[in-house]
Every structure is written in C-alpha cells, then in structure tokens.
C-alpha cells in the first residue's frame, strides 16, 4: 500500500521541490501551504508522516504540533527549521516532534530522514502478541523492553515512547550501570552525521525520565555531570500498584 505524506510548507519552491523528490520515491504527497489547512488536513485524513515547518501563515508548525498531539496523533511528524535555531528544535523535540531537519538541506538527506523515522515507527501495532509470545526481550526488574516491537513496560504499565526515546532507553538498557556519554547516545541513536546538538539527546533523556517515573524506585536514569547517563535498575524491585 502506498504511504502518504503530508507536506505543511508555505514556500511555494520548497513544497514543489519536497513534493516532487518525494512522489519520485513513491509516496503519495499532499501539499498545505497554510497553518490552518494544514492541521485541518493532518486532523481529518490519514497519513504515514508529516513534514512540518515552522514558520506557516494563520497557525504556526508549533501550535500544529501541540494540537495535533494533544488530540492524540501519534503520526510521525518531522519539522523544518531555519539555520541555527537550535532553539526552535529543542522546543520541537520536547512538544512531540519525532525529528527535524534544517534549512537548507539536500534531497539526499531529506529522503534519508523521511525513510529513517518510517522504518523506526513501521513495527507499531502491526500485530498484537499474547504474554506467553514474549520474543526477544530485555528484562531489568520492572522494565521490560520488546525491541522489535518498539514497546516497553514497566510493572503492569505500558509506557508508550516516541521512537528516539525509545532507542535510547534500549542503549541504556543494554548496559546497565554503565555511564554513556551524550556522544555515545548521539552516535548510536542519531548516527554519526546527525546534526543536531547534544540537547538533543538531553531534551530525549529529560522526557524518557518522565514516563519512567511511574517506578522510580525500581528503574531511573542518572545524569553524570559532563559526562552523559546511565540506567540505574534495582532487581528486586517489582512494580507496586494498589
């Protein structure tokens, strides 16, 4: 089945070119080239991803993202942001964004991004497995991680993780007790040629801690001033819910 693609970009040349080089990899593209249109589209139709920018007429990419996670759409989206605005990506990142390129950037690139988070999120819910069929599986006390899956649970709970936050828990989680710097998690976790900042992976660490604190007792993250993190796990630490 062919996967569509929504394309929220007011620069006319930009949305063509993205428009085009997209179709040529065989996805089906629509384009909105206002804020509004495009969250009322992103809202009412279905779509395998979202390139989102920033800066949009009549609601900004933003606003977009907040309302469109808020009411619970978990689409993948990817927001362009300008040159340097590291800052527009942290706030992204931490409002739901699953990555962002920036301004300008090359087909090659763009399509490599586009490809990377598809093939991250392409395992959800495909099927749904029964306890007893457990596969390959990483248990830490509590904390199950179901890598082919991309599903972690932590006691009785499923903690549901964008799927960076994913990853990073699982490199944690295959070295526990180990201090990992922010340029081991930005290497194996973005690649080598990812460039975005280690906020980036702060910003994903800061929010991962969040969904675990469900059991902090039993699972947590520490930070290592300067150095990075690791995933601190207590055995015999069962998950306690009344």
């Given at each position: 089945m062919t996967q569509r693609l929504l394309v929220i970009e007011d620069e006319p040349t930009l949305s063509r070119l993205l428009s085009y080089n997209l179709t040529q990899e065989g996805f089906q593209v629509d384009v909105e080239e206002h804020g509004t249109a495009g969250y009322e589209k992103a809202s009412h139709e279905e779509y395998d991803l979202i390139l989102l920018d920033v800066m949009l007429p009549g609601m900004n990419g933003f606003q977009i993202l907040e309302k469109l996670r808020t009411k619970g759409l978990t689409t993948p989206i990817?927001?362009?942001?300008?040159?340097?605005?590291?800052?527009?990506?942290?706030?992204?990142?931490?409002?739901?964004?699953?990555d962002y390129i920036t301004k300008p950037f090359g087909v090659s690139e763009l399509l490599a991004r586009v490809s990377a988070v598809m093939r991250r999120v392409s395992g959800h819910g495909e099927e749904v497995k029964g306890p007893e069929d457990r596969g390959n599986v990483i248990s830490l006390g509590a904390l199950e991680i179901f890598p082919e899956k991309y599903e972690v649970r932590l006691g009785a709970?499923?903690?549901?993780?964008?799927?960076?936050?994913?990853?990073?828990?699982?490199?944690?989680?295959?070295?526990?007790?180990v201090v990992l710097t922010r340029d081991d998690l930005m290497n194996v976790v973005w690649g080598f040629d990812y460039i975005g900042g280690q906020r980036t992976v702060d910003v994903h660490v800061s929010s991962l801690r969040k969904k675990l604190e469900l059991d902090p007792e039993s699972v947590h993250i520490d930070s290592i001033r300067g150095v990075g993190y690791k995933l601190v796990v207590n055995p015999n630490k069962g998950s306690h819910h009344s």
């Open positions: 990817i927001i362009l942001t300008a040159k340097n605005a590291e800052e527009e990506v942290v706030q992204g990142l931490k409002m739901g964004a699953d709970q499923n903690i549901n993780l964008r799927p960076k936050e994913f990853e990073v828990l699982l490199y944690l989680a295959k070295k526990p007790g």
